[in-house]
């Protein structure tokens, strides 16, 4: 049950945040940049791949081991660790390989998800220690 709640909140939380971002911000940071890059709609099945495999990766290095550390701390620390390298590793490899990728939108987009990683980290380990002081 801890697993699953924090699965769904982290799914919850970082899907949501990242459809924000990508509404609201998207376009204006990656459209004039590496616009001839991009498909003209998003391809489904490899956002949803993403979308329900990131999670996984946010409870098992961040929100597991802050449980069993008891902190919230830990949560935003390892969610912020996690996001920040998962999401260098696209980027970096991009800047590297890509003619028309560029130093801002890797700095911006590591930090954004870096950011993103924390906040559903720790909102993933708040929903489980919710959830267990309901059962106790």
């Given at each position: 049950?801890?697993?699953l ?5 982290a799914f919850?939380?970082?899907g ?39 999670p ?11 449980l069993?550390e ?24 991009n800047?590297?390989?890509?003619r028309?990728?560029s ?10 998800g ?14 489980v ?8």
């Amino acid at each position: 049950m801890t697993y699953l709640a924090a699965y769904i909140t982290a799914f919850l939380v970082f899907g949501i945040v990242d459809l924000l971002w990508l509404s609201l911000l998207g376009a204006a940071l990656y459209r004039p940049i590496i616009g001839e890059l991009l498909a003209p709609s998003v391809r489904i099945a490899p956002a949803v791949v993403f979308y329900l495999a990131y999670p996984i990766g946010l409870v098992v290095f961040a929100v597991l081991p802050a449980l069993r550390e008891d902190s919230v701390v830990s949560a935003v620390r390892l969610g912020f660790l996690f996001g920040a390298l998962a999401y260098a590793t696209y980027d970096l490899t991009n800047h590297a390989t890509m003619r028309v990728w560029s130093t801002q939108i890797t700095v911006i987009d590591i930090a954004y998800g870096a950011f993103a990683s924390a906040v559903a980290s720790a909102l993933a380990y708040y929903a489980v220690t919710l959830l267990v002081a309901r059962q106790a």
